[in-house]
């Protein structure tokens, strides 16, 4: 209540009407107007508890949409892999049966030991992307190989 007998409310507004109720009415109970802001603090509060809630779900949205997203290209990149290394593998089966002649070993041994390393670590499916180098290296080998 101001110097001249008006509420302050907010920024929005900068004085009301005269009141004439005080905060505490006669008889020692609350007033309406103190009930009101109360009411509207409360449901200023469950605004911003449901905003949160909704922030919340549409993170744990997003982190599932891009594990599945990273899950698809490992899963990609691993049957294009596979593909390349069952093409190699025939194609040194149909040269020589001479295991000596074998093309690609030390990039197939490296992917090999990078993903035995992570799933024995026992990290999160996305831990995988960090063997792309030595899967892009095998990949290039296999083409090369393929190519000859």
């Not at 549409?58 to 290209?73: E, N, P």
């Not at 992307?129 to 190519?147: D, I, P, Q, T």
């Amino acid at each position: 209540v101001g110097l001249s007998g008006t509420t302050t409310m907010g920024s929005s507004q900068s004085a009301a009407a005269p009141t004439s109720q005080p905060a505490v009415d006669a008889s020692g109970g609350v007033s309406d107007e103190a009930m009101l802001d109360a009411a509207r603090q409360a449901q200023l509060e469950n605004l911003k508890l449901g905003l949160v809630m909704e922030v919340q779900g549409q993170r744990a949205k997003v982190q599932q949409d891009l594990t599945d997203f990273l899950k698809g290209l490992e899963d990609k990149k691993a049957t294009e892999v596979s593909a390349q290394l069952a093409r190699l593998q025939e194609q040194q089966s149909v040269g020589s049966h001479n295991a000596a002649t074998r093309l690609c070993v030390e990039q197939e041994e490296a992917v090999r030991k990078c993903y035995q390393e992570v799933a024995a670590a026992k990290k999160a499916p996305s831990s995988f992307l960090g063997c792309r180098e030595v899967v892009e290296a095998y990949a290039e080998c296999a083409k090369s190989a393929v190519k000859a």
